[in-house]
């Protein structure tokens, strides 16, 4: 089946919290809130489980917690996540927001691994699947913020340069095993504090 709607909030006001769960057909909307804070007192969760042929398609972004202490989640085992706009992966505040990638395929114009005023800690771990970034990649969280991107197996290229620690902000890139390719250069500690480790023989998970 299929569902549209101009925005998708799953957790919203005064604390609610929600959960959405796709493992077929197709979802349609212009943004993806999961947990959304616009309120004074923000402290909603979402999550949102995409698996088997499911595909979701956003025009513009998602959201993974949006202000005041939000939490958003985002697993996926399969299926394909299209993100029009960017994914952010903690967006203002003490928000904190993880991603998890097993399997399936995600496209995003951008990813953004950060927090807001706080020391929040926010983080993407891919186990397995296709991520695909068509620009530049940034790991990093907002000003004063931590942001982690954890490659565990799997394939993440990048279609221009990745960027670990940029923006005022520390970014962590840690790799065990899978792919990771960048047309152009790997900087790590760009602007800010970075740091690449990997466990495997070289960058590309061989």
């Keep these: 089946g299929s569902n549209s709607a101009r925005d998708i909030v799953v957790g919203g006001f005064?604390?609610?919290n929600g959960s959405y769960t796709q493992s077929g057909g197709t979802v349609d909307a212009r943004v993806l809130w999961l947990g959304n804070g616009n309120d004074a007192v923000g402290t909603s969760?979402?999550?949102y489980t995409l698996s088997g042929s499911g595909t979701l398609t956003t025009t513009s972004d998602q959201h993974l917690g949006y202000f005041n202490s939000t939490h958003?989640?985002?697993?996926?085992?399969?299926?394909?996540?299209?993100?029009?706009?960017t994914l952010y992966v903690g967006n203002g505040g003490s928000t904190t927001g993880s991603y998890s990638l097993a399997g399936g395929m995600l496209t995003a114009d951008a990813i953004a691994l950060r927090s807001g005023r706080l020391l929040t800690a926010n983080t993407f771990t891919q186990i397995g699947g296709t991520h695909t970034e068509a620009g530049n990649f940034g790991v990093h969280g907002a000003t004063g913020g931590v942001g982690t991107y954890d490659l565990r197996g799997g394939t993440f290229n990048i279609g221009d340069q990745?960027?670990?620690?940029?923006?005022?902000a520390a970014g962590t890139f840690q790799q065990s095993g899978g792919a990771l390719a960048s047309v152009d250069n790997q900087w790590v500690g760009y602007s800010s504090d970075g740091s690449y480790a990997s466990q495997t023989p070289g960058h590309d998970g061989s």
């Design 72 to 85: 958003g989640a985002f697993t996926q085992t399969g299926g394909t996540n299209n993100v029009g706009g």
């Design 14 to 16: 005064l604390g609610a």
């Design 162 to 168: 990745l960027f670990i620690g940029a923006s005022g």
């Design 45 to 47: 969760m979402g999550s």
